[in-house]
């Protein structure tokens, strides 16, 4: 639990919407397509690629599109994702985690490209 | 559900550690010390602010410091705050949020003082 005091906490913080709603909800959810299996993925790729520490993927609440997810942010660059597959994770982490590419595939609809980078520390 | 094309989906987007651990855990947890209230809290401030739709206030699961919060960070800044009372939530929303400074009295230790900048778009 060391604090970096020159930088931010993370390197790249990836949020997860895990969010339950009823079964009957019109709205869908998140966390009914598996996403916190997906979440825990994440976990598991970044662990792989030695950036435990450095990348957190964290659960979050409802992100707001509940029939489009599984929604995913990664900051601080504030990119969003639509996943759906194991795939859909390991190309996040392989692309833009380790080479602060973009996915474009995957990105939210309509969200303008933008580049990858860490916010100046 | 508009979705900006030109800019992140949010100006600012704050997750509250709401994660409930068993009582019994030593480490605590931020869910057993109101940190769903002081969500709410954040949400209604943000209303009351004007910026229903621009800032939002988002549930997230273990934020690692479960002895030492309820947690709360900011982004896309990284800004690290431990809080406790409702009037650290609105310090946070009427001074980090609507004007940008960051309210150090609140932040967490050893992260060093960095401007409130928003990143560009």
Known sequence: MSLDG?????DRHVFVCTNQRDPK????CCGAKGSEALRL???EEIKKAGLKGKVRANAAGCLDYC??????????????YFIDTPDDVREIVQRHILKGEIVNRL???????????????
């Open 41 to 43: 993925l994440f976990k």
């Open 67 to 80: 029939a489009m997810g599984p929604t995913v942010v990664v900051y601080p660059e504030g990119t969003w």
């Open 107 to 121: 990105r939210m609809p309509r969200q303008s490209p933008r580049p990858a980078t860490v916010v100046p520390t």
């Open 6 to 10: 020159n930088s931010q906490r993370f």
């Open 25 to 28: 909800d019109p709205r869908g």
